[in-house]
């Protein structure tokens, strides 16, 4: 099993809840992005991978290398539908768990909540920040979500 994250939009304090969560597990996590994201830690089990600048070369890496098996962590819902396709287990760092029941509504929203900015009518204040509360929220769903892979490999 391995652990992708999507290193170009996570928040700082959920790469730390994975790093930590996976190094006491033993899994080994992947931070994908176009550029080289600085971390520090002693997971002898992590990796920085950092693609070209071309549109989508991360989010392309992790749906052609990561497997069933695997998770990812994303707040890119088209990333997430593309892996959900591939029945692979993917969250974004508030905690929120994507599925083939949520994903489509979840791109309708994002859509028009982009279509409504571009109107004038939303600022885009919708967008919430990484806060302690979300960080909890997250951290429960990631180690839940772990611990279902881990009993499913057994």
Do not use: H, W
């Not at 028009?112 to 009518?121: H, P, T, V």
């Amino acid at each position: 099993m391995t652990v992708f994250v999507d290193g170009d939009n996570c928040a700082k304090e959920a790469r730390k809840i994975i790093l930590k969560s996976c190094k006491r597990n033993s899994i080994d996590v992947k931070i994908v992005a176009n550029r080289n994201i600085p971390i520090a830690t002693e997971n002898v089990s992590f990796t920085m991978i950092v693609c070209d600048s071309t549109k989508d070369s991360a989010d392309n890496y992790i749906v052609e290398n990561s497997t069933e098996s695997d998770m990812a962590v994303t707040r890119d819902l088209i990333l997430a539908k593309r892996l959900i396709e591939k029945n692979i287990t993917a969250l974004n760092d508030m905690g929120k768990i994507f599925t083939a029941e949520n994903i489509d509504d979840l791109l309708e929203q994002r859509e028009l909540s982009l279509q409504m900015k571009s109107l004038g009518i939303s600022n885009g204040a919708g967008f919430k920040s990484a806060g302690m509360k979300s960080m909890g929220e997250f951290s429960d769903a990631f180690n839940r979500l772990l611990e279902q892979k881990a009993t499913s490999r057994k």
